[in-house]
């Protein structure tokens, strides 16, 4: 019996295409791709073709290839304000993976409620 050789760059492919599968079978998936899936549909593209990745994964053309050609600035996972007492006017933006927004307008002094509220909304995300 035979023993089929692979490429190791195929069998990627087949796994992010099962992935993006399962993610697209989810009933409770958020509308947005998810940065891991995108992550590795544009690390793909330095062993394939971007019209082979964008076919297979049935992803837009036009969104993959401008992904790979734009490098994603690194995003903390945790960011500290330290001591983050400002007296005057604050404008705060979140936005979560799925997409959910939150801004934040304050006058005065913030130290004691805004942790609760920035807390409150990642904890539901």
Same mark, same amino acid.
């Given at each position: 019996m035979k023993k089929e050789?692979? $490429?190791k760059e195929s069998v990627n492919l087949e796994e992010v295409r099962q992935r993006f599968e @399962? &993610?697209?079978n989810? $009933?409770?998936r958020c509308r947005r791709i998810p940065p891991e899936l995108w992550d590795a549909a544009v690390s793909l593209c330095s062993h394939h073709s971007i019209c082979s990745v964008s076919r297979t994964l049935r992803l837009s053309f036009n969104e993959l290839k401008v992904r790979v050609q734009t490098p994603t600035p690194s995003v903390p996972d945790f960011l500290e304000l330290?001591?983050?007492?400002p007296s005057g006017d604050v404008i705060l933006e979140l936005q979560?993976? /799925?997409?959910?927004?939150l801004r @934040?307008? &304050? /006058?005065g002094a913030v130290e004691t409620v805004l942790p609760g509220l920035v807390r409150s909304f990642w904890e539901e995300s």
């Open positions: 050789n692979t $490429p @399962l &993610w697209r989810d $009933p409770e330290g001591s983050f007492c979560d993976n /799925k997409g959910r927004h @934040l307008e &304050w /006058k």
